[in-house]
């Protein structure tokens, strides 16, 4: 999710113009619109998600195939096979759905931490300027979560048995997104789609937590003061998106492996999630719940990098047009 911008105001982006000579670009807040409008932080959001998915796809392949196989004895083993079996292009299976997916997923996740930024400032009657406290960022980073697993748990569906398909050479295989969805409604009706959602919530509500508050936080922390108040250079932002992301699957990996498991079995295989955590600790111990954690930690440093940077890129060119 498994996954804006979010400075302590709603949705202040790389507003300030960047800075002549040999100086290292900035970004001056104060220099920036009170408010960001829910229309940029919509669109801002979308592209930073399809920056994420570009960047990061490969490595959130292997998360998967670890997750949902016990044949790969390390992420390095499943690279090698996977690139031994399927060749280069193999390694971008499944792409095409979460890279279309990702415009809305991501639109509606970062429009979700900016109405959650929203709530806390008319909850607590705070002006658009005044910086939100670490807990009101840590709310508003939980609440994105939820419009945006309505859109999420389908496509994650879609993408993980598009990716687990061939992986040890069994089960069908699917030519693309469409015929996945479509097998996966022939086998089990249009609510299949949504196998899973319960457990994307679980995963994405503390992850988005997780993720939002170590930006605000990491990026506070970089802030380049020296070069005015609340200026904030390209390096910082790639910096605190990347660590954001690492902290996102810290928290998530888990509940991340008893989605996959789940949203890959065959019809009727588990009841829910609940079911899912009994048998895996039964049968593979904790430390089954942390299975693709090294490819997950892998990806999510230059794709939420990508991520964040594309957010705030976008901001500043909208803020420029309008």
Request: overall charge positive.
């Amino acid at each position: 999710m498994a996954a804006a911008d979010a400075p302590a105001a709603p949705m202040k982006g790389l507003h300030a113009p960047v800075a002549s000579g040999s100086q290292v670009p900035v970004v001056s807040e104060a220099q920036a619109p009170a408010a960001t409008s829910g229309l940029k932080s919509f669109l801002s959001g979308g592209f930073g998600g399809m920056c994420l998915v570009a960047a990061g796809h490969p490595l959130d392949l292997l998360k998967v195939r670890m997750q949902t196989s016990t044949q790969y004895k390390s992420t390095l083993d499943c690279f090698r096979k996977t690139l031994a079996e399927n060749g280069i292009r193999g390694m971008y299976r499944g792409m095409a759905a979460p890279l279309v997916g990702a415009t809305p997923v991501f639109a509606i996740c970062f429009w979700g931490y900016d109405m959650g930024q929203k709530i806390v400032r008319r909850t607590y009657n705070l002006s658009p300027t005044d910086r939100l406290s670490t807990g009101q960022i840590l709310f508003a980073g939980g609440f994105s979560a939820v419009p945006t697993t309505a859109v999420m748990a389908p496509m994650e569906r879609i993408k993980c048995t598009l990716q687990v398909t061939s992986a040890g050479g069994s089960g069908t295989v699917y030519k693309g997104p469409v015929d996945a969805a479509m097998g996966i409604i022939r086998a089990g009706g249009v609510s299949s789609l949504f196998k899973g959602t319960c457990a994307t919530l679980l995963r994405d509500v503390p992850g988005s937590v997780a993720y939002f508050g170590a930006y605000e936080l990491i990026k506070r922390f970089l802030t380049n003061r020296s070069a005015g108040e609340g200026a904030i250079s390209p390096l910082a932002i790639v910096a605190a998106g990347g660590l954001a992301g690492m902290a996102n699957w810290a928290v998530a990996i888990p509940p991340d492996v008893l989605k996959s498991r789940l949203q890959t079995s065959a019809e009727g295989r588990y009841s829910g999630v609940r079911q899912v955590f009994v048998e895996m600790m039964r049968t593979e111990g904790p430390a089954a719940l942390f299975r693709g954690i090294g490819p997950a930690m892998l990806r999510a440093f230059p794709a939420n990098a990508a991520c964040f940077l594309g957010v705030e890129l976008s901001l500043q060119f909208m803020h420029k047009l309008w």
